[in-house]
C-alpha cells in the first residue's frame, strides 16, 4: 500500500494552493485563513526546480532541433563514432533526472498535506460524486489531471458534426475545371506559405496569451486572481471536454441565492481578449455589479489545451454555453455574452448560434481582423495576408452579429490604439465604428441614407461625451418622438429585422432616427483599449 502511495506521489500532479479554511486547532499558527499556498519540503522544492529547467531545456531543444541537426551535420557530428558517446551522457542524465524525480515522489510521501490531496484525488476519479468533487475543489493543481466535469457528447446537440460546430464561410470563386486546376497549382507555394505562416507565428501574435512563456510569467498572477474567484467569491472551476476533444477551463461564481444581488438570476458568460485569461480578465466587471458569471480561457491559455483557431474557439464556446444550460441549470434566454476585443468573435458566434440569449455586450472590439491584420503586415504581402486571415483567421464579427436579432451593446474606447488602422489619435479609423454602422445598415436599411450615415460619423467623431450632445442637439434629436415612431412599427408588425421603418420619412426625421439608434447601440468610454471596464460602465443593452 505505501508503495502504491509513492507510485501515485511520484506520478502526481504539482500542488500549488490549499482554497480551504484550515482547522483552528492546526499548531503551525494559520487559523482564520481561507487559503495557503502549499509549502513543500526544501529537497521537493529543488526537486522541482531541477525537473522544471529540464523541461525547459527538452522544450527549446525539441523547437530549435531542425536548426540544431542542420549544425551538427555540417560540423560532422552525426556519426556512429560521435553519437555513441553522446547517448551515454544522454543517458545518464536521464538516470540523474529520475533519481531526482523518486526523490521528488518520496518527499511528498513524506508531507502530510500532499498525502491528504493525493488521496482526495484518486478518490475522485474513482468515485465522480459531487461530495467528491466539493472536497477537490479546495485544492489548486496541475488541471491536466483534473477530472472532466462535462463533455459536449453528454447532450445531443445539432449545430456540432464530425468537424465541429458550424461557422460562416467565405463565399468560394467559381472558376471552370481546367481553370480551377491551374489556378491550384499556380497558387499552391502561396497556399502552402499560408499554412506556415498561420500554424506558426501567425496564431502567436493573432493569440499572445497561447505562448508558454508568457504564461509562465504571468502565472504567479493568474494563481492570485484564482484563488481570489474561490475565495472570495465560492468560485467553482471546472473541466470541460469540448467536441473536438480540447480541455476548457472554466470558472463559475454563482449569485441566484444571494438576495441582495437582483442581478443574480442573470448568467454573464464573457469571452476574453487575445491575452486575457479569466482569472485576471473582464469577468470581475459583471462579478462586481451583482451577476452570476461564468469565464473561460481560450483553448491553450491557462489550464485550456489545444490552440486558438477560430473552429476550436467557436466548439469551446458552445460547449460552454451547453454546460452553462444543462448543468448550471440557466435558461438560455436569461444568459448574456459579454466580450471584451477578440473575444467579440466567440461572442457574436454565440449570438449567431444561440439565438434565444438575452442579449450581447462587446466592449473594445472590431468587426473583421482583416483590415487590423493588413495594418501591421507590408503592403506588398496583401494577397498572402487576405488569403491567411480568410482561410485560416476569419474572425467575421460583423457577418455573425448580423444574424442575431436580440439586443446589442457596443463600447468603444475612444483612445484605442490596438483595433484603430491608423493611430490612437484618429478615433474614426477605430473598427468599432463600422462593426456599428453595418449593423445599424442591416437592422434598419431604411433610416441608414447616405445623408443618416454621415450624420452618424460625425457623432462618432467626438471624442467626449459633451461632443457628442453637441452633435446631438445640432440635429436636435427628440428622444421621445424617436421611441414612438419605432414602438409604432413593432407593434404595428412585429417584424424581425431588417425593418422597414423610415421609408416614407423626411430626411430630416431619419438622421434623428438614425443618431437615436446610434447612441443606443454604442456607448463610448474614455480610456484605452486594456483599462479594465469598471463595473460602473457595464450596461445592459438598450430594449425597444
Known sequence: ???????????????????????????????????????????????????????????????????????????????????????????????????????????????????????????????????????????????????????????????????????LKPEPKLRGAADGVLHSLRTLPCHVISYLIAHSFGRRMLYPGSVALLQKAMRPMLQQGQAKLIEEYEGQRNKLIACDGNEIDTMFIDRRMDGEEENG????????GNAGFYEVGCMNTPLESGYSVLGWNHPGFGGSTGVPFPQNEANAMDVVLQFAVHKLGFKVEDIVVYAWSIGGFTATWAAMSYPEIQSVV?????????????????????????????????????????????????????????????????????????????????????????????????WLGAYNYIEEMSVYSQYEVD?????????????????????????????????????FLAHK???NFETTHCTPLPASEFHQAWRL
Open 265 to 272: 438570476q442573470t448568467l454573464v458568460v464573457c469571452c476574453e
Open 1 to 167: 500500500m505505501a508503495g502504491w502511495m509513492w507510485l501515485r506521489c511520484l506520478l502526481g500532479p504539482h500542488l500549488q494552493r490549499i482554497h480551504r479554511a484550515p482547522d483552528p486547532s492546526r499548531p503551525d499558527g494559520r487559523p482564520g485563513r481561507r487559503g495557503w499556498n502549499y509549502q513543500p519540503s526544501g529537497f521537493e522544492k529543488h526537486a522541482d526546480s531541477i525537473l522544471g529547467w529540464a523541461s525547459a531545456l527538452w522544450s527549446l531543444s525539441y523547437y530549435s532541433s531542425p536548426l540544431l541537426l542542420c549544425y551538427l551535420y555540417r560540423k560532422g557530428y552525426i556519426c556512429s563514432s560521435k553519437l555513441v558517446p553522446v547517448s551515454q551522457y544522454v543517458g545518464t542524465v536521464l538516470v540523474c533526472l529520475l533519481g531526482v524525480a523518486c526523490l521528488r515522489g518520496f518527499e511528498r510521501w513524506r508531507n502530510s498535506e500532499y498525502m491528504q490531496f493525493i488521496s482526495i484525488l484518486e478518490e475522485t476519479k474513482s468515485s465522480h460524486t459531487a461530495s467528491n468533487k466539493k472536497k477537490l475543489r479546495s485544492y489548486d493543481f496541475d488541471f491536466s489531471h483534473w477530472p472532466a466535469d462535462f463533455s459536449a457528447t453528454e447532450v445531443n446537440n445539432p449545430k456540432v458534426s464530425k468537424a465541429g460546430v458550424s461557422l
Open 479 to 515: 428622444d421621445d418622438w424617436c421611441v414612438s415612431v419605432l414602438q409604432s412599427y413593432q407593434a404595428e408588425r412585429d417584424a424581425l429585422f431588417p425593418w422597414t421603418v423610415g421609408e416614407d420619412m423626411t430626411p430630416d426625421g431619419r438622421r434623428q432616427l438614425a443618431l
Open 521 to 523: 447601440y454604442l456607448h
Open 362 to 458: 462587446l466592449d473594445a472590439s472590431f468587426d473583421d481582423l482583416l483590415p487590423l491584420a493588413l495594418k501591421v503586415m507590408p503592403e506588398s504581402w496583401r494577397p498572402l495576408v487576405l488569403y491567411t486571415v480568410r482561410t485560416y483567421m476569419n474572425l467575421n464579427n460583423a457577418e455573425q452579429l448580423l444574424k442575431y436579432q436580440g439586443p446589442v451593446l457596443l463600447v468603444r474606447r475612444t483612445r484605442d490604439e490596438i483595433i484603430t488602422t491608423t493611430g490612437p489619435e484618429d478615433i474614426m479609423s477605430n473598427r468599432g465604428n463600422d462593426l456599428l454602422l453595418k449593423l445599424l445598415q442591416f437592422r434598419y436599411p431604411k433610416i441608414m441614407t447616405d445623408e443618416s450615415v454621415r450624420a452618424v460619423r460625425q
